[in-house]
């Protein structure tokens, strides 16, 4: 089984930053791709940003250029630099993973996610 935990959400100013984490742990054979999504009170879940096994990072037209993505192979971990922030950014902010484990193919797993509020 594969668990995926987030971390870093807080309460922020308009103009400001944070930074996501995502790491995901278990029998873990290989990731295939991970990535974060959000949803906002009333609002289904959106795409952020998402990397797959060709390196290439997607990102929502409203993340581009003020959020980025990276990821560590080696600790199974995603971060999710937000700058410039927005009220409209206040969401949820969940974790995907893609992952092959030592007993099962290519699973989809999710955090629990992690509370982004942009208020003055």
């Known amino acids: 089984q594969v668990e995926v935990v987030e971390y870093g959400g807080a309460l922020v100013q308009p103009g400001g930053s944070l930074r996501l984490s995502c790491v995901a742990s278990?029998?873990?054979?290989?990731?295939?791709?991970m990535g974060w999504y959000r949803q906002a009170p009333g609002k289904e879940r959106e795409l952020v940003a998402r990397?797959?096994?060709?390196?290439?990072?997607y990102y929502a037209d409203y993340a581009k250029g003020r959020f980025t993505f990276s990821r560590d192979n080696d600790k199974n971990m995603a971060t999710l630099q937000m700058n410039r922030l927005k009220p409209e950014d206040t969401a949820i902010y969940s974790c995907?993973?893609?992952?092959?484990?030592?007993?099962?193919?290519?699973?989809?797993?999710w955090g629990q996610g992690t509370q982004v509020t942009v208020s003055s």
């Open positions: 995907n993973v893609g992952a092959s484990t030592t007993t099962s193919r290519l699973g989809d797993y």
């Open positions: 278990g029998s873990i054979r290989s990731i295939h791709f």
């Open positions: 990397k797959g096994s060709s390196g290439t990072v």
